[in-house]
Each structure stands twice: as structure tokens, then as C-alpha cells.
């Protein structure tokens, strides 16, 4: 499938299109999927492989991840093909740590689902499980660029876990009761009189 310049896909073209553009960096559902478990398991007892992988498409389905896909993988090939102006090619091929952009475009993919995928992708960019961390350990080979993809492989997955905790339970409902409001020279948190 071929992406026209006057088209962002959205739904199953953006799903299809995503899946294709991973697979061809050697990336596999099943396995983004099997991080979106590790992270929810803990919180979701019942939660099995299909709602993983189905949580999974369901974010690679978002216009805006396709494109942040598209875009940061082509710069990442780009990159393999030494055709990016300097020091952008060297900084891409060092994938030096304060370069950031990497970060920036993967922070836009982890927003879709609110602040539950910062802390989900914060984690995953710094331990670096599974396949991110085999993406990014292969990024590293002579001839090949990963810098943007390990970054969002891994906001992709923390998305994904974000959708599960927000379809799952309204915790706002479950919670207790807030103290009442302290009395106008009482200390917050002192027992009302």
C-alpha cells in the first residue's frame, strides 16, 4: 500500500499501512502487544492476549500515530541511507541522548490517552524490554538506524495500556469520599470542629 501525498489514511488504511511499516523494521504485533500485558496484567487480572493486540490496532487505527509512524520512520531509513544534511545525520546515526525529537514525536502518539501513558512510556523508554530493546539494540548496528523507532514502538504500547486502564473501570466511582473542606482558619487535613 502506498501513501499519497494527498491522503492521510485513517482506520484500517492507517492500521494496515502501520503494520506494514513495522513489520518491515522487524517489528511485530504480537510482541507490542505482549508489553501492553506486562504493563496491565498487574491491574487487570483477566486480561488476555487479544485485548492486547486488539487495544494495539486500535491505536495504530489514529491518523496521528500513522503519521508520527511514517515520519519517524523514514527518518530513521533516511538516516541507514546517509542522505540526511549534517550534524542531523551523525546525531541520528549516534542516536545521542540529547537529541530529544525522538522523544518529542513519541510524546505526541503517548498524549492520546491521557497522563497514564507518560508514566507507561517513561518506563518502557528506560528499561527497554522486549522488543524495544532488541529495536534499539539493532539500531545500533553498523548500517542501520533505529532512533525514532524504539521511541515510538514504545509509545504505541503505552497507549495501548492507557486505552485498557481507561476502558476498564471508572476509578473516580470506586474511590472514597473527599474530606470536607477545612473551615475558614482551620488547617487543611485538621478535623473539622
Avoid: W
Amino acid at each position: 500500500m502506498k501513501a499519497s501525498l494527498t491522503h492521510t489514511p485513517a482506520g484500517d488504511e492507517a492500521r494496515d499501512l502501520c503494520r506494514q511499516l513495522l513489520l518491515s523494521r522487524g517489528v511485530r504485533l504480537p510482541d507490542l502487544a505482549s508489553l501492553v500485558h506486562r504493563l496491565q496484567s498487574r491491574f487487570v487480572p483477566d486480561l488476555d492476549a487479544q485485548e492486547c493486540l486488539d487495544s494495539i490496532l486500535a491505536v495504530l487505527g489514529k491518523r496521528e500515530v500513522c503519521n508520527a509512524l511514517l515520519t519517524g520512520i523514514a527518518l530513521d531509513v533516511l538516516a541507514e541511507r546517509g542522505a540526511l544534511p549534517e550534524p542531523l545525520q551523525s546525531t541520528m546515526l549516534r542516536d545521542d541522548p540529547l537529541y530529544g525529537i525522538d522523544e518529542v514525536l513519541a510524546l505526541s502518539v503517548v498524549n492520546i490517552y491521557g497522563s497514564i501513558g507518560f508514566t507507561n512510556y517513561g518506563y518502557l523508554d528506560k528499561v527497554k524490554p522486549g522488543v524495544v530493546g532488541r529495536v534499539d539494540r539493532r539500531g545500533h548496528a553498523p548500517g542501520r538506524c533505529n532512533t525514532f523507532l524504539d521511541d515510538l514502538i514504545s509509545a504505541v504500547v503505552a497507549a495501548a495500556a492507557a486505552r485498557i486502564a481507561h476502558s476498564r473501570s471508572d476509578t473516580l466511582a470506586a474511590a472514597e469520599p473527599a474530606a470536607p473542606a477545612a473551615s475558614p482558619g482551620q488547617p487543611a487535613g485538621a478535623p473539622p470542629p
